[in-house]
C-alpha cells in the first residue's frame, strides 16, 4: 500500500509526556494520533481500531488492531496485545482495561506506521545500555528451561508464544523477548 510508506515517511510523533519518576519522555496513543490525523486527512485514509479481551493462560489481555484503510478501501493491520493488570491501584475496572486499551493500541500503531520504540524507556523501563545488550542476544538453555516450565503452569502453547513474538524456535527468544514473556505470564525470573 503505497499511502502506508508515505505516511510512515512523514509521520513525526514526538514524546510529548513525560514521566518524572524514571526520568524520560515517552508518547502516547493520543499523541500519535494528533500527529497522525493531519497525515491522514492529505492521504484521504483513515484509522479504526478493534479491540478485543484475549485470555492467555489465565491472564486477560487487550489485543488492538489497529486498520489504515484509503480511500479505494484498500486495508493494511498491525496489532499489538497489552496484559490487564490483576490490580492497578487507584483505578476502577473500567479505567485498568481503558489503560490497557490505550497501551495496545499505541503499540499497534508503532508496529504500523514504523514508529521506532526500542531505545524508548517506556517500552521496558530499562536503560538504555541495558536494554541494547538484550535486543539481540538470545536466551539461554536455562532461560529456554524456565518458558518450557512456565508454558507449563499457564497452559499456555508454544505456538501462541511463538507467533506472539514472531519466533521461527523457542530457542531464538531474546533476552528482551524473555523478560517481557516473564512479566505477560507474571512467572518470576
Not at 18 to 44: H, M, T, V, W
Request: proline share 3%.
Amino acid at each position: 500500500m503505497d499511502i502506508l510508506s508515505k505516511i510512515q515517511t512523514k509521520l513525526i510523533a514526538p514524546k510529548n509526556q513525560r514521566n518524572n519518576f524514571g526520568n524520560y519522555s515517552y508518547r502516547s496513543c493520543e499523541d500519535i494520533l494528533e500527529a497522525l490525523k493531519p497525515l491522514l486527512n492529505e492521504y484521504q485514509a483513515s484509522i479504526v481500531f478493534n479491540d478485543t479481551p484475549v485470555i492467555i493462560g489465565d491472564r486477560y489481555y487487550i489485543e488492538s488492531t489497529a486498520t489504515l484503510i484509503d480511500s479505494a478501501g484498500k486495508q493494511i493491520q498491525a496489532k499489538a496485545f497489552a496484559r490487564e493488570p490483576d490490580i492497578k491501584k487507584g483505578m476502577d475496572v473500567a479505567q485498568v482495561t481503558g489503560s490497557s486499551s490505550s497501551y495496545a493500541r499505541k503499540y499497534a500503531l508503532n508496529g504500523l506506521f514504523a514508529i521506532d520504540d526500542t531505545k524508548d524507556p517506556d517500552t521496558t523501563n530499562r536503560h538504555q545500555k541495558d536494554q541494547k545488550n538484550t535486543e539481540t542476544k538470545t536466551i539461554t538453555p536455562n532461560q529456554l528451561k524456565k518458558v518450557f516450565a512456565v508454558l507449563g503452569e499457564t497452559k499456555s502453547s508454544e505456538t501462541e508464544v511463538k507467533k506472539f513474538f514472531s519466533l521461527e524456535s523457542m530457542k531464538d527468544m531474546t533476552q528482551t523477548q524473555f523478560n517481557e514473556f516473564l512479566q505477560i505470564t507474571g512467572a518470576q525470573k
